[in-house]
């Protein structure tokens, strides 16, 4: 999922240089590198069948791997977030804002490179004039401002994000937290991570 950066990826690096964060899109020929494990990165597990979604309250571990670790978030099959794969789908908002996190090994001092897809929701009740705004926050870094767009009532808009930081500690955890309120939030799936040896 690593490559050239859009324009819009330019301003998420500048932004994450901004918040603390390194800039993202690793060089070519950069050094070796180790996968990180995200668990569930596409969101898969639980399996929804057809055009449907679950709200998830905070507490619940009903989407494998990841916490809802505040208000409650939507998982979404492939079909009703169209992502156009398998890959199924989190909206950070269930019936508002809500948070997800999950804790992944790192090794301190090493920069880690993240990619995910990032959408928008497509209600017809969603407000087309307020920006999806979300955080990214690793442990040991300032949260990442981050933007979905405006929701679309016919496209969810799916864009490729990429962004660096430094992990400081062993056990990192990646935490994406809405910033709207309302039932139409950003939309995350597909997430991989590596880190330089």
């Not at 950069?30 to 679950?54: C, H, M, Y």
């Not at 705004?133 to 405006?150: C, D, I, Q, V």
């Not at 930081?165 to 994406?176: C, I, N, S, V």
Request: hydrophobic share 40%; net charge negative; charged share 20%.
């Amino acid at each position: 999922m690593f490559s050239r950066p859009s324009a819009r990826r330019l301003a998420l690096a500048l932004s994450a240089v901004a918040f603390g964060l390194l800039a993202a899109t690793p060089a070519n020929g950069a050094a070796a590198v180790t996968d990180i494990e995200i668990e569930n990165p596409s969101f898969k597990q639980p399996f929804l069948p057809g055009s449907q979604w679950r709200d998830v309250d905070a507490g619940s571990t009903f989407i494998k791997g990841w916490d809802v670790t505040k208000g409650d978030a939507n998982l979404e099959s492939a079909e009703w977030a169209q992502t156009g794969s398998s890959s199924q789908a989190v909206s950070l908002n269930g019936d508002g804002k809500g948070e997800i996190r999950q804790e992944v090994r790192t090794v301190p001092g090493r920069i880690v490179h993240l990619s995910f897809r990032l959408g928008t929701e497509m209600y017809s009740e969603c407000d087309t004039t307020l920006d999806n705004t979300f955080t990214f926050t690793p442990t040991g870094s300032k949260p990442l401002l981050m933007n979905a767009g405006r929701p679309d009532h016919k496209n969810p808009q799916w864009q490729d994000v990429n962004v660096t930081f430094l992990a400081t500690a062993k056990r990192t955890d990646l935490t994406f937290t809405s910033l709207v309120n309302g039932r139409c939030g950003a939309v995350i799936t597909d997430l991989e991570a590596y880190q330089e040896a």
